[in-house]
């Protein structure tokens, strides 16, 4: 298929479910060269993919990186395209604080070329709204507030007669779950087996795709599937899930894990780093107070970070994008939230 039919669906959900190869993060390998799994068997030292998302022989271990930008060692699965699955046992749902009167959903996409809950209420509308349903029953929940945005609501007022007590609303709260945790409830309740695939939404300047994929598939392997080098050449930079507090990754030796919604290239036109002006605007506009400047300047001061409490930040991303120096503090802030966890 030519690039030029997927331009057809972009308001479409399109799939890749049939790589060749898929890549597994694991804790360290106890699994031998040329071992077969079946799909859906669980795998032992697990991190993030918990069962096999295709059957196949396991050919090697390698480092790839993860949506936080560390190499990390993945089992590598040559797929026999069989989908042999052993799999009898059901699939609990998520736990929900039951102690909760409103259930509080976040629909939200918050930057404006990012159409990853605007594909899910698009296509699945009506589930999603069954599966609130079924949860507020279940947890004895006695109303539900989606946050969405007006343009999505069109879709959920197609059917919310039948659900007098669950409401959208443009207001934002605390404590919300995102809708991508419902969407995987209606997964597991209308399939009764484990999430092995994902959605993602991969946004070049040319296009804004939403595309089904196994957990495990490489982003290479999925710009080639879809003819997406021609958007992109080395100036430009790879940010997972959000321009504002997002990870730049630095190649596309990416693994495609429950964590990453969105997949942003932009153009590399930023300006350079220059000196702290001492402006004062990280501080003012830190959410919960902290002095993100000071913990850039004391990075590798463990003693002083440890009292800037760098643990507080939430990762909104605000300081990076109000400083006029452009300096990246929220991703010194990563660091040195890392660097006081390991000395714990």
Known sequence: MLLGDYMLKEKQLIEYLDPTYL??????????????????????????????????????????????????????????????????????????DKKQNILIINAYDLEPFITYNNNLIKNYAQNLLETIDYIMEKNKINQTLIMTKDKD?????????????????????????????????????????????????????????????????????????????QDIDNNFLLIINS????????????????????????????????????????????????????IVKYIDNSKKLKKLIPNKCIECGLCSFVCPSKIELLEHIKIAKERIKNEL
């Open 23 to 96: 890549y597994i993060p694991i804790t360290y390998n106890n699994y031998k060269s040329n071992t077969y799994i079946n799909k859906l068997d669980k795998i032992t030292n697990a991190l993030d993919i918990i069962y096999f998302p295709i059957s196949g022989n396991i050919i090697k271990t390698t480092y790839k990186l993860n949506s936080k930008n560390k190499n990390e060692l993945y089992l590598v699965i040559k797929n026999d395209f069989k989908e042999k699955t052993i799999y009898n046992k059901k699939y609990n749902l998520p736990n929900i």
């Open 153 to 229: 609501k069109i879709y959920f007022n197609n059917y919310l007669g039948t659900y007098p007590n669950i409401k959208l609303t443009s207001l934002t709260y605390k404590n919300s779950i995102p809708l991508n945790s419902i969407y995987n409830t209606y997964l597991y309740l209308k399939y009764q087996k484990p999430i092995i695939t994902k959605i993602i939404n991969i946004i070049t300047p040319k296009h804004n795709l939403n595309i089904k994929v196994k957990l495990g598939t490489l982003l290479k392997d999925i710009l080639i599937k879809f003819n997406l080098y």
């Open 243 to 294: 321009c504002i507090n997002g990870n730049n990754i630095k190649n596309d030796n990416l693994v495609i894990t429950s964590d990453i919604n969105s997949i942003i290239f932009i153009k590399n036109n930023f300006q350079k780093t220059t000196t702290c002006i001492k402006c004062g605007k990280c501080y003012e506009i830190c959410p919960v107070n902290l002095i993100p400047i000071y």
